[in-house]
């Protein structure tokens, strides 16, 4: 292992140390370290996302420590290791490339896809787990909008799929116009909320197959819309006018203002 892992990992012992070390890290388990894993994989995407490499160098490193930190925790109880750790990525990656390590050749993304189940599959037969359901492995504690692109690829690779976008547009259009009907109707909400999660699966399913990342989408529309929202509390203060005391039409004046002036 390089010089500065080893340094880590040493620092990550000296501060799990039960004589000298951190009462903070002494007191962490791998459940109450689950907040702070996640929150340092949204800050190394946000990272990402503002094309900054020192702040993406930086918030690696955290993420890497939570990393470093779980491995500790295994080594103490005798499951595991980073060593191990390591080493089980790097032969997961081997026996799942056989393109890459075994000159092996695919005729096509599909093959490739079913050798990459196969060879899945092949892992937990050799562990002796259970047979697998269809979608294990597409975890629910994913964000839905992830899971929603992992359930419809899953699925895909076995051709249970829309043929083009266009045909996935028309189911948008279905499932709006039943959730337009639900709504006429009254229904509870308990079948609006159904008639709303049909309406963004389809939605994914549309961003799927035009090459897009609904995650990354939705998260670029956040940001369109707290930009312009920005923008016309801006316009609103430069007319000594407040958002709470504009009326509809003033703000939506000033909305309108503000997406003109993006060139929308």
Same mark, same amino acid.
């Given at each position: 292992m390089?010089?500065?892992?080893?340094?880590?990992?040493?620092?990550m012992?000296a501060?799990?140390?039960?004589? !000298?070390?951190?009462?903070?890290?002494?007191?962490?388990?791998?459940?109450?370290? %689950?907040p702070y894993?996640?929150e340092?994989?949204?800050?190394?995407i946000?990272? $990402?996302?503002?094309?900054e490499?020192?702040?993406?160098?930086?918030?690696?490193?955290?993420?890497?420590?939570q %990393?470093?930190?779980?491995?500790?925790? !295994?080594?103490?109880?005798?499951?595991? =290791?980073?060593?191990?750790v390591? &080493?089980? $990525?790097?032969?997961?990656?081997?026996?799942?490339?056989?393109?890459?390590? @075994?000159d092996?050749?695919?005729?096509?993304? &599909?093959?490739r896809d079913?050798?990459? #189940?196969?060879?899945? /599959?092949?892992?937990?037969?050799?562990?002796g787990?259970?047979?697998?359901?269809?979608?294990?492995?597409?975890?629910?504690? /994913?964000?839905?909008?992830?899971?929603?692109?992992?359930l419809?690829?899953?699925?895909?690779?076995?051709?249970?799929?829309?043929?083009? *976008?266009? @045909?996935?547009?028309?189911k948008?259009?279905?499932?709006?116009?039943?959730?337009?009907a @639900?709504?006429a109707?009254?229904?509870?909400?308990e079948?609006? &909320? #159904?008639?709303?999660?049909?309406?963004?699966?389809?939605v994914?399913n549309?961003?799927r197959?035009?090459? $897009?990342? &609904? #995650?990354?989408?939705?998260?670029?529309?956040?940001e369109k819309?707290?930009?312009?929202?920005e923008?016309m509390? #801006?316009?609103? !203060?430069?007319a !000594?006018?407040?958002l709470e005391?504009?009326?509809? =039409?003033?703000?939506? *004046? *000033?909305w309108? @203002?503000a997406k003109?002036a993006?060139?929308?």
């Amino acid at each position: 292992m390089s010089e500065p892992i080893e340094r880590l990992r040493q620092v990550m012992a000296a501060l799990r140390d039960p004589t !000298g070390g951190c009462p903070w890290d002494l007191a962490q388990d791998h459940h109450s370290l %689950i907040p702070y894993l996640v929150e340092e994989t949204y800050e190394v995407i946000d990272a $990402i996302e503002r094309g900054e490499p020192a702040a993406l160098r930086e918030e690696l490193g955290d993420l890497l420590f939570q %990393i470093v930190f779980h491995a500790r925790l !295994g080594e103490e109880r005798g499951e595991f =290791d980073l060593d191990q750790v390591a &080493a089980a $990525i790097a032969d997961k990656l081997v026996s799942r490339h056989p393109h890459v390590f @075994a000159d092996r050749k695919f005729a096509s993304d &599909a093959e490739r896809d079913a050798a990459w #189940e196969a060879a899945k /599959q092949a892992e937990r037969a050799r562990k002796g787990e259970r047979p697998a359901g269809f979608f294990d492995g597409v975890h629910r504690a /994913q964000p839905a909008l992830m899971r929603a692109q992992a359930l419809q690829r899953r699925a895909a690779r076995v051709g249970f799929d829309w043929p083009d *976008a266009r @045909a996935v547009l028309a189911k948008v259009r279905e499932e709006s116009d039943e959730l337009e009907a @639900a709504l006429a109707a009254g229904e509870a909400p308990e079948r609006l &909320a #159904e008639e709303v999660g049909d309406l963004l699966f389809a939605v994914v399913n549309l961003s799927r197959h035009l090459g $897009i990342d &609904a #995650e990354e989408a939705l998260r670029r529309g956040n940001e369109k819309f707290v930009r312009r929202f920005e923008a016309m509390r #801006e316009r609103l !203060g430069e007319a !000594g006018q407040t958002l709470e005391g504009a009326d509809s =039409d003033t703000l939506e *004046a *000033a909305w309108q @203002a503000a997406k003109a002036a993006e060139g929308d």
